[in-house]
């Protein structure tokens, strides 16, 4: 889906885009081309502020303008709520983010594929759609025959450090993750309102 090389994509829109331009090797270099006397990008209008935080969630979560306006559509149909967390918990909610989530896979790109190729079931039942939505109670569990592939050999190895949002946790004993609770916004690197605001114009 994604036609630019991610490094360019980072440099427009941010260092949260993408986990591997959360690095201090991405940091060097940017400093680098700002040391060289690169030109200082002209301030955004109001809808250019509003346009850059929608492509920040459509590449950050790896979702279309369809998708990402659908998600946008429902948290604003739903009356006396926060329209802002309901579409951060839309968007956390999907399958493959809390596949990335609970630790799995080291991208929400690796996780959409290993959900498309059918490595977890949801609730007893296989699932292969990156955008299933999972509730609270939801039990995710590694399919018993990917368990032995080699995409799950280090997942013990990898989960030593790490530390999962508080909705979500993986049993590593039993090869199983559940949902606690509804997803808690603690983004700061995108602006949800701004979101909502381009597409209530």
């Not at 630790?103 to 039942?125: D, E, I, T, W, Y």
């Not at 368990?147 to 993986?170: G, T």
Request: charged letters at 30%.
């Amino acid at each position: 889906m994604l036609t630019k090389p991610k490094f360019k994509i980072c440099r427009r829109l941010g260092p949260g885009v993408y986990d591997k331009c959360q690095t201090a090797k991405f940091s060097a270099t940017t400093g680098k081309n700002a040391m060289a006397g690169a030109r200082r990008p002209k301030a955004l209008s109001e809808y250019g502020t509003q346009l850059v935080e929608k492509q920040k969630i459509r590449f950050s979560y790896g979702i279309s303008e369809r998708q990402l306006s659908n998600y946008v559509k429902k948290a604003i149909e739903r009356k006396g709520t926060n329209s802002a967390e309901d579409l951060y918990h839309g968007l956390e909610s999907r399958l493959d983010n809390a596949v990335y989530r609970m630790g799995l896979a080291p991208s929400r790109r690796a996780a959409r594929q290993m959900v498309s190729h059918g490595h977890f079931v949801v609730n007893g039942k296989r699932v292969t759609i990156p955008s299933y939505e999972l509730h609270t109670g939801d039990v995710v569990k590694i399919r018993e025959g990917s368990k032995p592939k080699k995409i799950f050999s280090n997942i013990a190895e990898n989960l030593k450090e790490y530390s999962s949002p508080v909705w979500v946790n993986f049993d590593i004993s039993k090869m199983e993750g559940h949902i606690m609770d509804k997803p808690k916004n603690t983004e700061s690197f995108i602006d949800l309102n701004a979101v909502l605001e381009f597409y209530s114009r």
